[in-house]
């Protein structure tokens, strides 16, 4: 069993309302995002891959110009724009290439992170 990485980043903006942040969470500030989107299976024996890395990569960069330097909060199908939201919002869009094991999304400036794995079935 292999699982694949790909990592893509995206810079955006949001608002936060109702947290103990308070006020500075509350105001429009941006952050620097990086996304993993790993998959897992055995590679196919005519290409060698787990995944067509061109479909992934294509896939991914569809989803990249959805978040890349836009305010969160206008985006409906996220909600509010937390880690949480981002990471879930990311996998609906991906999970037709198959193969999804996980997608993390990370603000490194805030030494933080979240996974989501998918739907539990």
Not at 30 to 35: K, L, M, T, Y
Not at 41 to 65: C, N, S
Request: proline share 3%.
């Amino acid at each position: 069993m292999w699982e694949l990485t790909k990592q893509f980043r995206f810079e955006a903006a949001h608002t936060l309302k109702g947290t103990t942040f308070g006020e500075a969470s509350e105001e429009i500030h941006g952050h620097s995002f990086r996304a993993e989107v790993t998959v897992r299976g055995t590679p196919d024996p005519a290409t060698g891959m787990v995944v067509d890395l061109g479909l992934l990569q294509r896939a991914i960069e569809e989803v990249r110009l959805m978040l890349d330097h836009k305010f969160l909060n206008k985006i409906e199908a996220l909600g509010t724009p937390t880690l949480e939201n981002l990471s879930r919002f990311v996998w609906e869009r991906l999970a037709h290439i198959g193969k999804l094991t996980r997608v993390s999304i990370h603000r490194d400036s805030c030494n933080e992170s979240c996974t989501y794995y998918g739907p539990q079935t």
